[in-house]
């Protein structure tokens, strides 16, 4: 029997439905995993159609051409002696699963169809998929003619099995199926199972490596030597377990699908073994300096754009969004210092330069990236400073802009209109011409963006468009505290996900790992929109006086809606003991229920909420993450009726116990 295997898994940046990039990446991934000596090479979950194509699943073309992806990587010489495991959506018998197609030699070995579907949060597999509910069964999966004329095959193997090559057993198990507590690889384990492969279609949270690490470790913790991929030392650990041993010969044994090809050489005795690896876990601080800047990155070079704006205020958010940028940079510097054509090529592209090598994140952000200050009369100089110094800190290019002009030639056509001149509260208006005035500047911002990020490069005789930046953060979402087609609409968010604690986090963290000292003062300055009036030249108005809620308790409100699934009365219950210490119950009553109507007055807000990098649990992005209603009855009167009754009954507890201690 052979000991020593080399296998591959790739982690491939596919496209949804882009067919001809999704085949050219697996193939190129086969040829390297064939050049460092693999014999087995797994991809990721639907790599051929591409994980992101929601409802064009339904469509019989992402099944055609995805056969007709299969037919070209069965008739590349590239695919030749090395198992290879690719995923694509199959339908057999009328119903569409999501499967993994292994071949070898341009015939097919196994098609195995995904037991455990992903259907929370951000997922709706159900939606378009059938889980494979019969355990250890195979069925005939008859072929379409385009893949016949190639294997020469009329029927395959579809269903719950395994692969048992001349050395070794291996099993497929597909993302969710590893979350399950029922994992597959527990009773393959038993059943002889050596090697587990579990590709994954799984996104990025923050902080959610540590659990994905842990359920890997919880597949390969009793032959932690399979990282070595040394099978002895797997055989021998587990025929030493009696109780282990005793469970596998009660074990209802897999189909195997017999595979005339080892993963070992025949002399493998001085064949190097790799070591475990040792994973290094990110702080939250780093998760955002580093996810977020990739997903700008693969955004702007999908999108064939020259770069990005932002309407840069000088606040924390818009701030940390800079600050994303520049890592974006520093990451695009540091792998083409190291090498990576592909990279280089991108950044040509969509610099308009074929000679351009990138060597300084500065030089490089200040030709991809523009920061515009928006200023109007209740804009404070110290704001203006910050993102000035900021700017000249990262290397942006910087525009300072005064939009008095256009916010009262609107105000002035309300006027001629309808013979009123709305007035800001401190001048004597009234709520709502407060308000409004408050929007008119919000949106004119919006509509100065887009006009700058189509013509600024124009202007400096460069070719191209901006993607538009939007910087709301999560928790402004969800208490609805940003104006409604103002600059949190644009083409994408990269702090959309992220709540306002960990944007001050990766705020304190820029200043120590990139030295941008201007974020200091920013770090320092009470939150605001600069929408009203200065007092006395200094900004009277901050976010969470106009919340009515700190970003400490939106986080905790947040999480309790989403994650702990909780609405009015069950949070109130919640947060009764956890805020013991500092809220009496009627505080807390009160605290809830002007969330809960903030929340609902303003959850129209979003059904247009700019697509964001998707970083937390309770987001409300209502897209794709939060599905709920944008139409409430915001007194919820039943629901704030049993709050009252609750806080009256704990009030009455409360003056009994005041009795007793006095008696």
Request: hydrophobic share 40%.
């Amino acid at each position: 029997m052979g000991r020593a295997v080399t296998v591959a898994a790739c982690a491939l940046n596919q496209w949804a439905l882009d067919f001809e990039g999704n085949l050219k990446r697996i193939v190129r991934s086969i040829g390297i995993a064939k050049n460092n000596g693999a014999r087995y090479r797994l991809g990721p979950e639907l790599e051929i159609c591409g994980y992101g194509c929601l409802d064009h699943y339904y469509e019989s073309d992402t099944l055609l051409h995805s056969f007709q992806v299969l037919a070209k990587l069965l008739e590349s010489p590239a695919t030749q002696d090395i198992i290879c495991d690719v995923g694509m959506p199959v339908l057999h018998r009328n119903v569409r699963y999501n499967c993994r197609v292994i071949f070898l030699n341009k015939k097919i070995l196994l098609i195995r169809p995904k037991i455990s579907l992903a259907n929370t949060g951000n997922y709706r597999e159900l939606r378009w998929f059938t889980p494979w509910t019969k355990a250890r069964h195979v069925e005939e999966y008859f072929l379409p003619r385009i893949i016949q004329e190639v294997t020469g095959q009329e029927t395959v193997p579809f269903g719950d099995a395994v692969l048992a090559t001349k050395d070794t057993c291996l099993g497929a198990e597909i993302c969710e199926e590893l979350w399950a507590p029922n994992s597959p690889h527990i009773e393959m384990g038993l059943d002889g199972v050596e090697i587990f492969a579990n590709s994954s279609g799984s996104h990025h949270v923050l902080r959610k490596a540590h659990t994905r690490v842990d359920l890997v470790n919880s597949a390969t913790a009793k032959e932690v030597l399979v990282a070595t991929l040394d099978l002895e030392d797997v055989r021998s650990y587990r025929a030493e377990i009696s109780s282990r041993n005793l469970a596998a010969s009660k074990v209802n044994p897999y189909p195997r699908v017999k595979v005339n090809f080892a993963l070992s050489s025949s002399d493998d005795t001085a064949v190097p073994i790799c070591m475990p690896i040792q994973w290094r876990h990110h702080s939250p601080e780093e998760e955002i300096s580093l996810g977020p800047a990739c997903w700008l990155w693969d955004y702007l070079r999908r999108s064939k754009q020259a770069g990005f704006l932002l309407p840069l205020s000088g606040g924390i958010d818009s701030s940390a969004t800079a600050c994303i940028v520049y890592s974006m940079c520093h990451q695009v510097c540091l792998a083409v210092k190291n090498g990576n054509a592909d990279v280089l090529a991108d950044v040509c592209r969509i610099v308009n330069d074929e000679t351009y090598v990138p060597e300084d994140p500065r030089e490089f952000c200040k030709r991809i990236f523009t920061t515009c200050y928006m200023a109007s009369e209740n804009s404070s100089q110290d704001t203006c400073n910050r993102a000035k110094l900021l700017a000249e800190q990262i290397g942006s290019y910087h525009i300072n802009l005064n939009i008095d002009a256009a916010v009262k030639a609107v105000v002035g056509i309300f006027s001629m209109v309808t013979g009123r001149t709305p007035l800001f509260s401190v001048f004597g208006g009234s709520k709502r011409e407060n308000l409004a005035l408050q929007n008119v500047q919000a949106r004119i911002r919006m509509v100065l963006a887009y006009l700058f990020a189509q013509l600024t490069l124009w202007t400096r005789g460069m070719p191209g468009g901006l993607l538009v930046l939007g910087s709301a953060n999560v928790d402004e979402s969800l208490r609805g505290y940003l104006t409604k087609y103002d600059c949190s609409s644009a083409d994408i968010n990269p702090i959309g996900g992220i709540s306002k604690t960990d944007l001050k986090n990766f705020i304190q963290y820029c200043i120590e790992n990139f030295h941008l000292t201007a974020l200091r003062s920013i770090m320092s300055a009470p939150p605001t929109a600069e929408l009203e009036p200065l007092v006395d030249g200094q900004v009277a108005q901050t976010d969470e006086v106009d919340m009515g809620m700190t970003y400490a308790e939106l986080s905790i409100y947040g999480k309790l809606r989403k994650i702990a699934k909780a609405g009015p009365y069950s949070m109130f219950c919640k947060l009764i003991n956890m805020w013991k210490e500092i809220c009496t119950p009627r505080e807390v009553a009160s605290k809830v229920k002007h969330f809960f109507r903030m929340y609902s007055l303003n959850r129209h807000k979003m059904t247009t909420l700019t697509p964001s990098y998707h970083a937390e649990n309770y987001s409300p992005d209502d897209n794709r993450f939060d599905l709920r209603p944008f139409l409430y009855n915001t007194t919820w009167s039943w629901q704030f009726r049993c709050i009252d009754k609750e806080v009256s009954k704990l009030g009455k507890k409360e003056e009994i116990s005041v009795v007793a201690d006095m008696d």
